[in-house]
């Protein structure tokens, strides 16, 4: 798949493919994506490098999620959690108080929990892969 093959109408997650805590997280936002919003691209795959070289992230800055709106926006860290959540209404719109603090805290945080994500949680030799009920949600 290509760039420009991108769905313009789904926001699209690049995630860390090998990482358990990553996997985990990937299950819960297709359990509460009602709305069908988002699909998800791993970040080790050729459409997940394509789509970080294409919007310019320096992978040294970011190596476990982003959030791509294709045409739109991209967001990653703290930030691109906060807008995922945001999507399933609800109780988690009461998660959007943590947008009032200063980015770089929120960073921190974020950055804390990445850097020790495969020590807490482990890591898988390759990536997921999608059962067939859920392959459509996958693009790469």
Avoid at 54 to 69: A, Q, R, W
Wanted: hydrophobic letters at 40%; proline letters at 4%.
């Amino acid at each position: 798949m290509e760039i420009a093959d991108l769905p313009n109408d789904k926001k699209i997650i690049l995630f860390d493919g090998v990482c358990n805590l990553c996997n985990s997280t990937v299950q819960y936002v297709i359990k509460h994506d009602k709305k069908d919003i988002f699909r998800f691209v791993p970040l080790q795959s050729e459409l997940g490098l394509k789509i970080i070289k294409h919007i310019g992230i320096d992978t040294k800055n970011t190596d476990s999620i982003v959030l791509y709106e294709p045409t739109k926006a991209y967001y990653y860290k703290s930030e691109a959690a906060l807008k995922i959540v945001k999507e399933f209404g609800g109780v988690y719109i009461l998660l959007q108080i943590l947008t009032l603090f200063p980015k770089f805290i929120s960073n921190a945080i974020y950055d804390y929990v990445a850097r020790n994500r495969y020590k807490w949680y482990g890591k898988q030799e390759a990536c997921m892969i999608p059962t067939p009920e859920l392959k459509a949600k996958f693009l790469a």
